[in-house]
């Protein structure tokens, strides 16, 4: 039971250029969720998915595109890089939406955008 | 809308002494509190949560919080600090009368002197 993987732990991009950060989740969750940390500013919420085939904006979705491509995995695409999306990208999962169940959240993706 | 403050960013104690991590929130239904905990370099795993009944909730690593709602706080604290106990910490507030998609506090660094 691995839990919630992300791929790659790190990756450089140069301004423009696109990429896509990979989460897989074992758990059999319904409700998965990408995140990004910034230095003093907490985790934002970029997008978030309630269930298989549908997906939401959250606080900051701007420059960024999100596919639940199955039950287990949720990614986050970068369509053009810009430096202001260097940052650590968490993907979390959660049994369902609307309850108290616990995230669950994987290792993280370093992204630098020179 | 819901909203967490943390106060100080960084919190420093010596191995053994009492630690006291601050959260205030704000939310205008009953809220649900977490407490979560980042060791470097690693994704956010949870220490504790706070949802009804009662308000003085224990969590994992010896580390508990109480909902103070007079107050609107959920206060982190641990009786002796451990070298281990070094890490992010992260309060969060989701709302209990809408989905379950917590807000982050920006977060609090622990440091513990030997």
């Known amino acids: 039971n691995a839990?919630?993987?992300?791929?790659?732990?790190?990756?450089?991009?140069?301004?423009?250029?696109?990429?896509?950060?990979?989460?897989?989740?074992?758990?059999?969750?319904n409700s998965m969720y990408w995140y990004?940390?910034?230095p003093g500013m907490g985790l934002r919420l970029i997008y978030y998915s309630a269930s298989e085939g549908t997906t939401d904006k959250g606080e900051v979705p701007n420059g960024y595109n999100v596919s639940r491509l199955n039950k287990r995995e949720f990614s986050l695409r970068l369509?053009?890089?810009?430096?202001?999306q260097t940052s650590v990208y968490f993907c979390a999962s959660s049994a369902a939406l609307n309850t108290v169940e616990t995230q669950y959240f994987g290792p993280g993706t370093r992204l630098l955008v020179l | 809308a819901q909203s967490v403050t943390q106060l100080g960013s960084h919190v420093?104690?010596?191995?053994?002494?009492?630690?006291l991590l601050?959260?205030?929130?704000?939310?205008?239904?009953?809220?649900?509190?977490?407490?979560y905990v980042q060791y470097p370099n690693q994704g956010l795993q949870l220490l504790l949560k706070y949802t009804t009944g009662a308000t003085l909730v224990k969590g994992i690593n010896g580390f508990e919080a109480e909902f103070k709602k007079s107050e609107t706080s959920f206060h982190l604290t641990k009786p002796s600090a451990h070298m281990s106990d070094a890490a992010e910490y992260f309060c969060a507030v989701s709302d209990s009368g809408g989905s379950y998609i917590p807000t982050f506090g920006r977060g609090t660094s622990l440091i513990v002197h030997p």
Not at chain 1, 3 to 28: I, R, Y
Not at chain 1, 79 to 84: I, Q, Y
Not at chain 2, 12 to 19: F, I, K, Q
Request: hydrophobic share 30%.
């Open chain 1, 3 to 29: 839990g919630v993987t992300q791929t790659p732990k790190f990756q450089v991009l140069k301004t423009g250029q696109s990429m896509t950060l990979q989460c897989a989740q074992d758990m059999n969750h």
């Open chain 1, 36 to 38: 990004r940390q910034d």
């Open chain 1, 79 to 84: 369509e053009s890089a810009a430096p202001s």
């Open chain 2, 12 to 19: 420093s104690v010596s191995e053994g002494a009492l630690v």
């Open chain 2, 22 to 35: 601050r959260c205030n929130y704000s939310s205008s239904v009953p809220p649900y509190l977490f407490w």
